[in-house]
């Protein structure tokens, strides 16, 4: 990424002048800055004697990082007795072999300069924690702290009228919250150096990070003595930020300074986001979650929200919303129930993961103990250059919604939203792991936060494009960077020399996110009129009637379409099952009157809402199971007829072929042997109304033939005169007509002689 970024900045002529006078008092006495310090030392032992006896009042402190005293009372502070034992000096970021390394022992400053938040000393200005007056740092001093590099003039700080969120002012600090939306705004930009850690002191590396007037950073790039190519090329960097927190600064103050303000505004109703950035290690999540003992910028900003909430609202007006999300390789997970990935939407409201958990909070614990929860689920993982690095970017957001009746009766909602944001870290391969999956999610961590920078550079440029879509961090982040939101960027960066690319990097993006301009955050305040007069409140009734009418003829409608299904369900439920001979032959199927028993007779499913899919299913199952059954009852009765018609068609065969031998004349009507012309189908014999009967119905064609016509005889056959023939002769069968023309009735009038087809063939 291309590193530039020297700021601008010009010197005030005042501010020259002034300068020079230092300048030529300076060059007439040359003792002049040496007795000056001499007495200030004096001065500030004392001074630091007296403080070590009576402590710091916690009150200074909190002047000091610019709060008033009425938030004092909405914030939580650290332990005051913890805060007096902090010893009153003020270190400036030493520099090993820089140009100057000082430790100045702060003075007690008059009740004017600590509201200024300045401290001026003697011949040499000497800076205290927090910000100073506006333009009021000497070239001199400039000079004497740059580190080698170019020397810099103190730069105007840009943003909301020329200043930015940082501390400098009581005044200031109480329009800033007016300047917050006002009109189009720019994200905020707040540096935090951390201390050295064990590894970096043990690996020996070097501070090439100075603060200087809480705003200005100084980079320094340290070579090998011996390295004259590169010792050529070294140049020391200069950033100017809204605010920079040098290693000393406690979590409050970062809170108050950055956030705080934030807080407030949700309040009435406008959005912010505070987001973390910064290279693997730099202290992204200890700024935003911290430890138990020094909670970060989420738990203060959570604290602190309850408090004013329970300050102004005794009604219980506000009601607050949870959500912790996080984006991890790519994919988006609810932290507070972890389940399936979430999808990103837009719509009316921005970017929003459909189906993220939002929990509505009562009370600070209960929110610290949602936040510990998705915490615990959050994912990290140990690094070769963190032991807890996250490998995902987390978002804590809480919607504070406020509800109220104005003096004019109508309802008035406001709605606010702050984002917290802990982005993972910007890595090297190297500076983490090589191995596949921590590489895996170093690529998509980069990944997404190149997206980020691409955003950052499209909206610093102006374009009509910006690439939100690229990563689900810049989709998820598109409020906060472009839209309606007072957004604020702490870029946290490490002291060692051994991560001076990662911090450079860090700071020119840092630098180049102060020129985005945000939209006017304007409050999301909705005021829902009602209707005072009578005739309108008569008029509402009648409508509220009417439509109370309608939803119930509505109902019984639906009421009585579900009593149906209901029916239609218990009918073919209590179906009779098909076991006995007779069911055999009479498929199950619901009768009508069945069906109006069960409509009338009252369901024990009355007053459910639906029957279940299950149960109809296990009805229509068994339904087919019994007609399964039938079918193979069925089969086997058609094999047991068909035998039986194969024995008596042999048996009454060999008789005829007996009697045929013996001579014996057959029947009247059939000739046999030799004189025999016409052929009698098996068919034919069987009576008319049998073969019609066959056809009418299933249950008909499977009817045993038995008690249709009694079993013949061996008489029945032989016998002119038996019942079965005479029977035979008294109708008009196919076999009847073939046989009109003989005279005698065929005693061959029987089944089974198709069997003579042989002779028959003959004709
Ligand atoms: N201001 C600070 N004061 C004291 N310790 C700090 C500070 N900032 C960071 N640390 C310590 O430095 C270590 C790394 O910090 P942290 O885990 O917050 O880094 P990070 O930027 O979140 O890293 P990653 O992106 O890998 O998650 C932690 O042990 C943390 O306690």
């Known amino acids: ?12 002529p005042d501010q020259r002048d002034q300068e020079d006078s230092n300048l030529s008092h300076h060059m007439r006495n040359p003792h002049y800055g040496l007795k000056e310090k001499m007495k200030a030392l004096t001065l500030l032992y004392e001074q630091q004697k007296r403080a070590s006896f009576s402590g710091v009042t916690v009150q200074e402190n909190r002047r000091m990082s610019g709060l008033s005293s009425k938030d004092e009372r909405n914030q939580v502070f650290e332990d005051p007795k913890e805060e007096s034992k902090k010893p009153h000096v003020m270190k400036e970021n030493t520099m090993p072999n820089s140009v100057v390394t000082k430790t100045y022992v702060l003075p007690k400053p008059s009740v004017d300069d600590v509201r200024e938040n300045v401290v001026v000393g003697g011949a040499e200005k000497i800076v205290g924690f927090s910000c100073p007056r506006k333009g009021s740092m000497s070239n001199t001093v400039a000079r004497k702290l740059s580190m080698g590099g170019s020397v810099v003039p103190h730069s105007e700080p840009r943003g909301i009228g020329g200043g930015g969120l940082g501390i400098r002012n009581l005044q200031e600090l109480e329009t800033v919250s007016e300047k917050l939306g006002s009109k189009g705004s720019r994200i905020f930009v707040f540096v935090r150096l951390r201390p050295m850690g064990k590894k970096e002191k043990d690996a020996g590396s070097r501070c090439c990070v100075r603060i200087v007037n809480n705003r200005d ?3 320094t790039e340290f070579a090998n003595e011996n390295d004259y190519l590169r010792l050529k090329r070294l140049r020391g960097r200069h950033f100017t930020f809204d605010a920079s927190f040098p290693d000393t600064s406690t979590q409050l103050e970062v809170y108050s300074t950055s ?10 109703g406008r959005n912010g986001s505070v987001f973390c950035y910064g290279a693997t290690g730099a202290g992204k999540t200890y700024t935003m979650l911290g430890t138990l003992e020094n909670p970060g910028v989420m738990v203060l900003a959570i604290k602190d929200l309850f408090n004013k909430v329970r300050q102004r609202s005794y009604d219980g007006n506000h009601v607050v919303h949870l959500s912790y999300l996080e984006v991890y390789n790519e994919t988006v997970r609810d932290l507070l129930s972890p389940g399936r990935p979430l999808v990103l939407r837009e719509d009316k409201q921005g970017i929003v993961a459909a189906g993220l958990t939002q929990y509505r909070a009562y009370s600070t614990d209960e929110v610290m103990t949602l936040l510990q929860q998705g915490n615990h689920n959050r994912t990290t993982e140990p690094t070769r250059a963190n032991e807890t690095s996250s490998r995902s970017h987390a978002i804590l957001q809480v919607v504070v ?4 009746r104005d003096a004019a009766d109508n309802i008035v909602s406001r709605v606010g939203k702050l984002s917290l944001i802990d982005l993972a870290g910007s890595e090297r391969a190297i500076a983490t792991d090589q191995r596949t999956l921590r590489s895996l999610e170093g690529a998509n961590i980069n990944r997404s936060l190149l997206a980020l920078s691409s955003c950052i550079n499209a909206l610093v440029e102006g374009k009509k494009h910006i690439p939100y879509r690229n990563s689900k961090l810049t989709q998820l982040l598109k409020d906060s960077l472009g839209g309606a939101c007072n957004t604020v960027m702490i870029a946290n960066i490490s002291p060692s020399n051994l991560s001076f690319g990662e911090t450079q990097n860090t700071l020119h993006w840092a630098d180049r996110a102060k020129e985005i301009r945000t939209k006017a955050c304007d409050a999301n305040e909705e005021i829902l009129q009602v209707p005072e007069s009578e005739p309108d409140q008569a008029k509402l009734l009648l ?9 119930r003829v509505q109902l019984a409608k639906q009421q009585q379409k579900l009593l149906a299904v209901q029916a239609q369900s218990l009918a073919a439920n209590s179906s009779p099952a098909p076991s006995s001979g007779s069911s055999l032959l009479t498929p199950p199927v619901p009768s009508c009157k069945a069906i109006e028993k069960q409509k009338t007779r009252p369901s024990f499913l009355t ?6 899919e299950s149960k109809r299913k296990k009805v229509a199952e068994e339904t087919v199971k019994d007609l399964k059954q039938t079918v193979k009852a069925l089969e086997a009765e058609i094999e047991r007829i068909k035998k039986d018609h194969a024995l008596q068609i042999k048996q009454k065969d060999a008789f005829i072929r007996d009697l045929s031998r013996k001579g014996v004349k057959p029947a009247d009507g059939v000739v046999v042997g030799q004189g025999a012309k016409r052929t009698v189908t098996r068919a034919s014999l069987r009576p008319k109304e049998a073969v019609e009967g066959e056809l009418k119905s299933p249950s008909h064609r499977f009817q045993s033939p038995a008690p249709a016509a009694k079993k013949r005889t061996f008489w029945d056959i032989t016998t002119a005169n038996s019942p079965s023939v005479a029977t035979l002769n008294g109708r008009k069968t196919r076999s009847h007509v073939a046989s009109e023309a003989s005279t005698a009735p065929s005693m061959l009038l029987q089944p089974g002689f198709a069997r003579q087809r042989p002779d028959s063939s003959k004709r």
């Open 217 to 219: 950073i100084y980079l």
């Open 1 to 12: 990424m291309p590193v530039s970024t020297r700021s601008q900045i010009k010197t005030r």
């Open 401 to 404: 919604e406020y509800r109220v």
């Open 543 to 551: 409508e509220l009637q009417k439509e109370n009418r309608e939803l």
């Open 259 to 268: 956030t705080a303000e934030l807080v407030e505004a949700i309040l009435q």
């Open 607 to 612: 007053g459910n809402c639906f029957t279940p």
